[in-house]
């Protein structure tokens, strides 16, 4: 089993930064494919950013040039550097990967296919105030 453990929510007045981070237990090799995804309340999850194996990244039109997604491979944890919060950011935020062993075409990768994605966290909360 591979556990994805998610922390770095919290609370944030509009316009300032929270840095979430995600580790994957145990290690064995990096996957092809990491994303962040958020749902609202009363909204369905969507997706916010992805990186690929490559390096590649895909990032929603709602958080272009604010949200910064990254990964380090050494220590098998994902990050969404967020600036310039928003209150229509309040989510909560979940991280995800493909399964590790198996191929992930690019293409389904960037374009945030959720029933690619076989291992979820828990999620963890933001909130912006305005």
């Known amino acids: 089993q591979v556990q994805l453990v998610e922390s770095g929510g919290g609370s944030a007045q509009a316009g300032g930064s929270l840095r979430l981070s995600c580790a994957a237990f145990?290690?064995?090799?990096?996957?092809?494919?990491m994303a962040w995804f958020r749902q609202a309340p009363g909204n369905e999850r969507e997706g916010v950013a992805v990186i690929y194996g490559d390096g590649s990244i895909t990032n929603a039109d709602s958080v272009k040039g604010r949200f910064t997604i990254s990964k380090d491979n050494a220590k098998n944890t994902l990050y969404l550097q967020m600036n310039n919060l928003k209150p229509e950011d309040s989510a909560i935020y979940y991280c995800a990967a493909t399964k590790r062993g198996e191929y992930t075409l690019k293409s389904d990768c960037m374009t945030f296919i959720q029933a690619k994605y076989y291992y979820w966290g828990q999620g963890t909360q933001v909130t912006v105030s305005s």
């Open positions: 145990p290690y064995s090799h990096p996957d092809y494919c």
